[in-house]
Structure formats: structure tokens, C-alpha cells
């Protein structure tokens, strides 16, 4: 601001030094909700990302605004004594200096060290550990003060510049228009421009020195009004009802407001998963909502409350319309993004539409469909408090009650549709939105600004509500979900809320899978049993005697129960930011090998990064199970700071893991994970899990191979949970390796870095035609490894140079298969890029339950080679369930050429076998599989069976018993020998099989049969 235009401000009463302090407010808006953005981040940071740091700083933020305007006049009149300053608009400027100094507290609270609290803040409550109360109340009380301090004089402003003005009777409107533009242009600048470029730290000294600097302009140089300022009241309507109607008015438009904010944080991020960016566009929509509501006001000298209630009406109308409609507009504006590329897929594969591409794919696309749903019904809400403020600004009235009312109950609706009613759950949280909208509207129906409120009128509101909440559903709600998913087609259980997530079990057709909210994040089927429990088996085998590990995120239970496999680990601790997912272990029992109930385990309700900030414990092993990378927060479990923090609490010969699923992240993503990573640890590897789930493995030092093919075999409980995800030899697991750190520091080195002060990861998006690759040189791989000395090198190098058999130990990627330079492995000529868009069609013929076509489908893909073992087996497991034994046996005969020391085709060539009465055979090669090791209790089960067929009852009985012995809880290897004793005539034993076959599945009819045939028969 120039000199000329401060000497304008300093006359006061001019229409351009009005003009002025409009722009000068709304810089003041733009610096408070860049303080929020930087605030949630800041104390994320230092608190961790728990439902309450989220809470803490919302309340204190709003509830900071709320009580400095309800003691405004009070506090106004004590810095006027103080400073011996009369004049309003500097007594402004001194209330702007005091937000500055406010804000200069979170400074202060970041030179709290982080263990002051020790190094084991947490109490045993049942069987977790929370933090302790001293603890949560020492974090709330820092965290408190440094947000409600500043926000506290903020609250002071408005109410202040209003008396200052207080002949102007739609001033209020103006200047509150002015205030949510500037609030809506900090919002974005703040989060897109300035914490990119600055960081969170030194953006927020910046907005801290221009606050400083707007105080002191307002204290030097401005001068409150002198003279009348001519200005039409607000309508011809000019009589109240009194002060009652206007505060109860005001208090109804907070409430709404911030319910609806709340709700849209909530139901947004249900509906598209919590992107980074969905908060900030949430708050400028919502915000700009509130400016043009305020200036329609301003502008608008006509309107009254009438008018106002139609909008409200028109409200609760566009707020059910907008969410009936929600995931039909995602797939709209997918299909007008991406029209072209949506056409040529479907061309290739007849069947691809909107509902299989990731929502969304730019910021742009994003900002419109927040849009969508927060601007419409927040404009119509947003005209009820501005018109309450110019009436009692025409009445000559103080601002600050209605103001801090609003604010109050705005913070009341925010935290009840933010924290309160989802603690029950989303569902019956959205649902309750609705009745509250409802009921609210109705009230402000009932009110006439012409009569004194009646008490009956919002005893009855309350009265409704209070029955809503009560007669509200709390169920799951199949409407709620995206119509394609799971969720939305299979059964659900155990749905369970802590406030921030509402979690549920789905049962899909390949396993349980843990849900939050509306998106799958564990879960029990094969391929993330592979990757998350390659993830502990990998580092803990190439460590001499791991002792302790580290579990950030529980998930399911499947890489915690990969670590307790190890007998030589003594300590297990796991830490999780959601205690709903301790209480949701049971369900997953059967994979996870109730792991929760392990006495090497502590269970720790927290943070991982804060639980890491606070420990001195030091780790042979740190790893984590974390929702995907892209989902707002998450990148905190990726950044540089978090990697220097997992380093220092590493042992000497420590590793850690880190999950990388490149198909659910932008390339540029992907670039920025692995350099962020390579960064910090002096040695990294990355390995398949399974297809594109990655693992980046860290250390001090390099992986020692040796060290893993001596100790593969020496931990009897790791080698069985091995062989459950057919890793049945080093050489398997070894194969996996698709980066050395010499390739990683090559590809990767010296590229910018995830850091806490900036989230890069916000502002990327998948695109359909834009995937990440890795790429892969097995040769480089070989020699880098060193694997000439080891002694698995003959069987090592079989694998990863022959593209087929590479694919079959590991699911190496397609993509990845098709990086390989022809020459360097056998199948490097085939185009795989092509096998993989085979199996796309073959997938979605499948999904639509064709069997002749899937046949069809497959033999198309093993058509470029067939030297392909995985292909081969899904083929015959397919001829199997067609009724072709023969066809069956025949693809399982050329899978044993290729892989003839493997033992996993015995158990269905055994079958198939058996199908077409060649039972010497199968008898031969089910002996061969029990001699292998694998899946031994299945397999004498079935030789029981194959001898039960020959009439060698005796043999029969002795296999099942050997079947029972491996597998003491196979329901059908206690009814198999039970058949085999009663037709031996040994009744009495064949009774207690098929008693303890019911035991184990009540609902096994054979059994139930059996059995009570034999009762009936004594």
C-alpha cells in the first residue's frame, strides 16, 4: 500500500477509504486461512494425525473467532484503557499486531522437545496402549494455545470494524464478503502456491510478517469516521421481532454451516477417498458460498427473510440431489476427460467404461466436483447471517453476540458432523445430516422477524432432532458405496467407527478384506498375503538374529503374524492410528494367526510417526502396512523426515520395508517415493511382492544373500508361512529382486525428495495412459547380487532368464517383463504388453461367468509362448471345473516340463487323475507331493481318497489319520476317515470323527448325515 493511499485511509469516512479497509480485511482473511492450512500440517507433525489433533485445531481455530467476537466489546474497551488509543480502526491495527504475536506461540511450541513426555507415554488399557491422559491433555493444552490465541483476537475484528462503521447499515454484509474473498484466495494461494514454494514453516513466518505489517498499517496511519455515511437500511421490512429472532437466526446459520461443512469433509472424502487437496477446495467452495451469499446481500437491498427461507428450502433440495447423483457425475466428467481413451479401450477390449478409472484425475476435475456439491447449498445457507448482521448494525447494535454465537455454533455443527455422530458411523452420520437439515429449515420456517420468538418454537426443533438422532439407522448402508464394488454386492460385518473412519469386513469372492469408509484397505487374499508378508520374511531372513520389530499400521494382521513366524523374535510392537482396527483382528483369525493375542506383541493406539518421535527403542526390523500413498496424510509415511526417524531407531544391522504400489500412483509419484527413500538409506533394493505391489528394502548395510539362503530353512515357522505363498526355496524369494541399489542410485539418484514441509504428492493424479513402469535388467541383477557365489546360482539364474518362469515364481509385472532387452532372458522376444491386455478380456469373461470363453481367452495368451507355468495352471484348474479331466491333466504334463522340481501341480494332477480312474498315477504323484513338503495334509487326504477308490480301506484310514495329524481342524479329512472307519465297521471311532468334523463346521451335511445315521442304528 503506497503512501497517498494511506493518507486516504487516514480521513476516514470516504468512500475510498472505505474502499480500503475492504481490501485491507480481506488480506486479513487471506492470512487466516493461510494459518489454518499450515496449522493442521504443523500439528499433524507434532501430534500425529489422530481425530484429535484434527479436532483440537478446528475447535480452537473456530472457537478462537467465536469467543474473541462474543468479548469484543469488553476486550476492545481494555486495550483502549491500556493503550490510552480511542480510535477504532487503530485499535484495529493493535488487535492485528496481537494475531501476529499469537501466531509467533506454534514457534515457541516446536521447541518442545518431542520425548518430554518420556519415551513410553502410554497406559495399558485392556489389552492396548493409549497414550496417557497427562500426555493427551499436555498436547491439547499446547496445541489449544497456539491456535486459540491468535484466533481469539481474530474473532475480535469483525465486530470492531462494524462499530467503526456503525452508521452504514449494510456495511456488515460488505465487509464480511470481502473478508471470505480474501479467506477463499489464502485458502488456495496458500495451499497450491505458497507451501510448494515455502514449505509450512516459513509460509507461516511469511503470513505472520504481512499480518504484522497490516497491524501496523491500521495503527499508524488509519482513523476511524467522523461523519454520517449515507446508506439505505436493509428493506423496507424494517421492523424486528427483536434481538431474540435475529440470535436465534444467527445461531441457526452457524449450526447449519458448519454441519454442512463437517458433513462435506466427511461425505466428499467417502466418496472420492480422502485426495489431499480435498480440504483446502472443500474450504474455498464453502467460503466463496459465504462471500456471495454476503454480497447478494450487500447488493440486494430488497431481500428479507422470506426470501431467505425459499433458499433454505432450496437448500436441503440441491444438498439430496447433488449426493443421489454423486458417483454419476464422477463417471461423467471421466468420460468427457478422457473420451478418446476410454473409446480406443473399448475398442481393444469391448468392455472398459468410466467405473474402471481412478477418480480424480487433475485438480481441476477435483475442484468442479467439490463444487458440485459444497457451493449451491452453502451459498443458501450464507445468506441468513449477513442479513442478520446488517439488521442489527441498522439497529445500531453491537455485532459481537450474534457474530460469536454464530462462530460458537458453527463449531458445534462442525464438530458434531466431524467427530460426534461419525463416532457411530458414516452412514448413520450422513444419514442424521439430512433430519438435521430438515428440522433446521423448519425452524426457520416457524420464525417471523416481525414477532418475538416463542419458546415452544426451537424447544420443538430440539425436541425433533433429538427424536432423529435416536430413531436415525445405524446400519450399513449399500447405497452409501459405489455401485461396481464389493461393498456395495457382498456380505458385511463387524462395522465399527472411531470418528475419523468407519471400518467393515467385506467377504469377497478372493478373501476378506478390511474397508474404510468406501475403499478396500487390506485385505486377506492371495496376492496381499504374498506382499505383506514378503515384506517381514525378506529383511528378517537376511538379518543373522532379529530380536525386535517395529509394525507401523496393523491392516489385517497379515505381515504382523509374517514377524511372529520368526522364533527368534522376541518383541513385536504395533502401532496404529485407529484402535477400530485392534478391535477387528478376530475377524481375520484364520490368516493372521490371531497375532493380536501374541505375548511378544504391544499394541500401541497412536501414531506411527509420533510413537517414532517418542521411543528410544531400537528395531532389527521397521515396516508398515499403510493405507495407499496417495490418500491424504499418507505421504507423512514417505517423506525424507520420516525415513531419517525410522533410520536413527534402526539397529546396526537393521532393516526397513516400505509398500510401493505403482498402479496406484503417477509415475511422477512413484520417482518421488523411491529418491525419497534412496536419499536417506546408505542401502536400498526394491523386490516384487506381487504383480505391482513393490518393496523398497533400507538399511546401513547391503542385503546379504548368503546370510539369506543359510537362514531360509532355520526358522521352521517362517519356512512354512513361506510355503503357504509357494516360496518353497531362496531361490524364489530371491528372484523377486528387480533393483539393486546400484540401479536405484542410477534411475533415481539426485531427484527431488518427499518432505513433511511440502506435500508434492497433492498435486498428482493417475492418468489412465500415463502408468508407472519398472524397468528391469536381470543380467545387471545377477551381478549385482553377487549371485555366481552363491548356492543357489544355478537354480537363481534359471528363473529370472527365462520370462516364464520369472512370472510363475515371483508375478513379476507384465509390465515390468516387457522392459527387458531381447537376448538377455529366454521370452524377452514375446510381447507381454500384449499377453497382459489378453488377460484383461480373459478377466472380464470370467467376471461374467463364461468358462468356454475363459478357456478360450487363456489358450489365446499361452498362444505368444507356451512356456508360460501360470497360465498353464489357471488353464487347468479351468478344464477341471469344465469336466475336462483329460485336457486338465494334459496343460498340468507340460507345466512339469517346465517346472519339474515343483511341487505345486501334484495336488490338482492328482485329482485329475483320479477323475479319469488312473489311479496308480495319481497314487504316484500324490506321494511325490507329500515328499515335497507342500500342502502335506491336503495331500494325504487325497491319497486316502485315490486308495479308498482301490478298495484298500485299510491304507485309506491310515492316510486320513496322517491327514487329520497335519491338519487337526480339516473338517473333511475327519469326515473322509469317518466314511473310511464306518465302512470298516469301526462305528464307535467313525461317531467321533464326524462328531468333530461338525465341531469344526456345523454345517457339513455329510457329517450331519453320517452321524446320524449311526445314532439311529445303535
Known sequence: MNLSALQRLKTGGSGTAIGIVYVLYALSGFLSLGYQVAWFRIYVDRFGSTNLTFIVVLCSFIGGLGAGALVSRRL???LSSVSGIADNLRLYGLVEVLVAGGVLLTFLAGLIPADVWGNFPYAQRGNIYVQTSFYQASKLAIATACVLVPCFFMGVTFPLLCRAFDRDGRFPSALYAWNTLGACAGVLVCQFVLLRWLGQDRMLWLLAGLNLVLGLAFLLFARAPDREISAPAVGPDARSGGAGVLLTCAVLSGLLSGALEGDMFKRIGFAIGSSHAVMSFISFWAILGIFTGSWAVRSFVAIRLVHIKVAFLLAVILYGL???YAYDLQRHLIRLAHAEVISAMQAGTGSVSAAEFDFPTSLLQLLVYVGAFVFPAFFCVSLLLPYVCNRLQADRRHLGIAYGANTVAFCLGMVGFTWLAPRINIFYSMRLMTWLLVVGVGLLVLISERRRL?????????????????????????????????????PVRALKSNGAHTTYVVSRTDGDALYFNNYSMSATGLRAQIYMRLMAHFPLLAQAEPRSALLICFGVGNTAAA????????????????????????????TNDRVHADARVRLIHDDGRNYLNVTDRKYDLVTSEPPPPMMAGVYRLYSKQYYERVLDRLNPDGMMTQWLPVYQMPHEAVDLAVSTFIDVFPHALMFTGADEDFILVGGRKPVDFARLERRFTKSSGATTDLSRLRVTRPAALVARVVKTDRMLREQYDGRPVISDQRNDLAYLFMHPTDRAVITYDPLIVLDDIGAARLGMHERLQGIVTHLGRLRYWTRMPYETLATVVSGEARLAEVDWKQVADDLVRYRDVVHRQSPESAIQRLEVALSHSD?????LMVLADHYAAAGCPE?????LRRLRQIEPDDPAPLDALGRALMTLGQLHEAIEVLHEQVESGLDVGTAHNQLGIAYGMQGNLDEAVRQFREAVRFDADSAPAHVNLGIALRRLGRSADAMRHFAEALRLDPGDAVARKHLDSLKSSR
Do not use: Y
Open 454 to 490: 416463542a419458546i415452544w418454537k426451537p424447544a420443538v426443533a430440539l425436541i425433533a432432532f433429538a427424536i432423529a438422532c435416536g430413531a436415525t439407522p445405524a446400519g450399513f448402508d449399500r447405497n452409501a458405496v459405489m455401485s461396481h464394488t464389493p461393498a456395495a454386492m457382498r
Open 887 to 891: 485336457e486338465a491333466a494334459r496343460t
Open 867 to 871: 512356456e508360460q507355468p501360470s497360465l
Open 563 to 590: 514377524i511372529a513366524a520368526h522364533e527368534s523374535i522376541e518383541s513385536i510392537d504395533i502401532v496404529d492410528l485407529n484402535d477400530k482396527v485392534f478391535a477387528t483382528a478376530p475377524e481375520f483369525a484364520a
Open 76 to 78: 476492545v474497551r481494555f
Open 322 to 324: 447433488a449426493w443421489r
